[in-house]
C-alpha cells in the first residue's frame, strides 16, 4: 500500500490538493468542505506537503484517503454528498448519476448511458469528457459500443489500468 502525499498545491487556494499514487497524480479542489473538482496533474511536481486539517478542509481528509486506496486497488463506496454538483451542468448531472451506478468490475457503453440518462453517445462522452469528480464518479467504467476503452480524463492507460484492476471485461 502507498503512503498517502497530500500537498497543498496554492496557499492562494487553501483548499487545493495533490495525491501522489503510483498510478496517477490527482489533484483535488474543495470549498465548504465539498469537492469541486478531481483533476489528473501532469508535468511539474508542485506544492508544499500538509495535512489536510492544515487549511480548513479536515472533512477532505476522507475523500484523499478514500482515493488512495481506490488507486491501490481497494474496493471504495465513495459518498458523493461531498461532490459539489453545482458545478456541473443539468444534463451532465443526469449523465453523471447513470453513471454513479455502474458496479466495480461492469462496464457500460456510451449508448447505454444515453439510452439511461437521455440524448446521445457523443453527448454522453462529452459530459464525460468535463466529468468533474473522475475516479469518484467512475467514468472509467464508460466504454465504447466496440468493447474498446475510448478517452479518458487521465489517459487511456489509466482507463485500462483501473478496468484491469476492477475485473471489467472490455477488448485492448
Do not use: W
Request: hydrophobic fraction near 40%; charged fraction near 20%; proline fraction near 6%.
Amino acid at each position: 500500500m502507498n503512503s498517502p502525499i497530500y500537498t497543498l498545491i496554492s496557499r492562494t487556494f487553501k483548499c487545493m490538493y495533490m495525491l501522489r499514487h503510483s498510478l496517477a497524480c490527482i489533484g483535488l479542489k474543495c470549498a465548504g468542505g465539498r469537492v469541486q473538482r478531481v483533476f489528473f496533474i501532469r508535468g511539474r511536481d508542485v506544492g508544499v506537503n500538509v495535512s489536510p486539517t492544515d487549511s480548513g478542509c479536515e472533512s477532505i481528509s476522507g475523500v484523499l484517503d478514500s482515493l488512495n486506496r481506490f488507486l491501490d486497488g481497494e474496493d471504495v463506496p465513495f459518498d458523493p454528498a461531498v461532490l459539489d454538483f453545482r458545478v456541473c451542468t443539468g444534463y451532465q448531472r443526469g449523465v453523471l448519476r447513470v453513471v454513479m451506478g455502474i458496479p466495480r468490475g461492469s462496464t457500460m457503453t456510451y449508448a447505454e448511458v444515453a439510452g439511461a440518462a437521455g440524448g446521445g453517445p457523443r453527448s454522453v462522452a462529452g459530459a464525460l469528457a468535463r466529468n468533474p469528480f473522475p475516479l469518484i464518479i467512475p467514468c472509467h467504467r464508460v466504454i465504447r459500443s466496440d468493447g474498446k476503452p475510448g478517452g479518458y480524463q487521465g489517459g487511456v492507460d489509466l482507463k485500462v489500468r483501473l478496468l484491469e484492476m476492477e475485473g471489467a471485461h472490455f477488448k485492448i
